[in-house]
């Protein structure tokens, strides 16, 4: 894999989008429906930049503002310090492992980071934001954070970590440069013209995820799930439960064949150890200007 100039993986819009042609036009007779949904495999980014595009005329769009969204691989990423959930964390080998009050030792959830998107959040105290939270079988609670810096003498080798120190599927993140739009509307008149793009939400849905995009990002703009918070600081990350199209080809960019056929769909053991956060939900974090963090956690 040619990872270029860049630290992650990059995401081909225009190569994918050749695989995933929603329609060459959404507003023809008879065109598909089209549901815009949390970004997670590839065919969500290629629906998105398609039905943004269908759409251009019949929204006020506002000032956009850049974010770093990622599309799911499954497995460890290329650099062991790059964006991931689950799997080994990136940081020094031999340090004592975050644990609850009780001594309990917590579960990795995911890291980011931010050596591609120092322009979009600026300075961080760390090149990599781990995250930990303590055991829950639904939800999270009292999150603990850690910030790395790259260095090739780190890296955690299996020997050093604790039993069980993170349940959840090992994925790791392509990236992908776009924009958001949170001060995008509708224009009113064009508003009949919006049945052929929803979701499997509702139409509210689905012009906000045209908006502001909801998926796992680097960036001060996301989509929030409850009401639009105010976190101390600034956002500058966006953990969302990865929601792979179950019977699409490519649900991981790794994984050609669909996870179920047509007829079937994922039962509870199947997705016993995908990272759900709440009912497909998020975590939203922020730094303030001392350097601390600051989250919180919404879902539907």
């Known amino acids: 894999m040619e990872l270029g100039p860049m630290e992650h993986p990059v995401f081909d819009i225009d190569g994918w989008l050749e695989r995933f042609p929603v329609s060459a036009n959404l507003n023809a007779p008879n065109a598909p429906v089209v549901n815009v949904s949390q970004i997670s495999s590839p065919v ?9 595009k269908a759409v251009h005329n019949l929204i006020h769009w506002g000032k956009q503002v850049p974010i770093d969204v990622f599309v799911w691989s499954s497995g460890e990423p290329p650099r062991a310090y790059l964006t991931k959930i689950g799997g080994r964390p990136y940081r020094p080998a031999g340090r004592s492992w975050p644990c609850d009050r009780s001594g309990e030792p917590l579960w990795f959830v995911g890291q980011f980071c931010f050596a591609d998107s120092r322009d979009l959040v600026g300075s961080t105290p760390g090149d990599i934001l781990l995250i930990f939270t303590e055991k829950e079988d639904y939800g999270f609670r009292n999150l603990q954070f850690e910030w790395h810096d790259i260095d090739t003498d780190k890296g955690d080798s299996q020997e ?103 007829n079937e769909w994922p039962r509870l053991e199947h997705d016993k150890w995908r990272l759900m956060i709440g009912d ?13 963090l600051h989250y919180d956690i919404q879902y539907y």
């Open 44 to 52: 969500h980014a290629c629906t998105l930049f398609q039905a943004r």
């Open 160 to 262: 050093h970590l604790p039993p069980s120190h993170s349940p959840f599927d090992n994925l790791h993140g392509h990236i992908l440069r776009t924009y958001t739009y949170p001060r995008g509307r509708p224009i009113e008149a064009c508003s009949g013209q919006w049945p052929l793009i929803q979701t499997d939400v509702c139409y509210y849905h689905s012009l906000h995820r045209m908006l502001r995009i909801e998926g796992t990002q680097i960036g001060s703009a996301p989509f929030w799930i409850q009401t639009e918070d105010m976190l101390p600081g600034r956002v500058i990350a966006t953990l969302s439960s990865p929601c792979p199209d179950p019977h699409s080809a490519y649900p991981w960019i790794n994984h050609p064949d669909p996870l179920f056929p047509a």
């Open 280 to 292: 497909r939900g998020g975590i939203y974090i922020s730094v303030d200007t001392a350097g601390e």
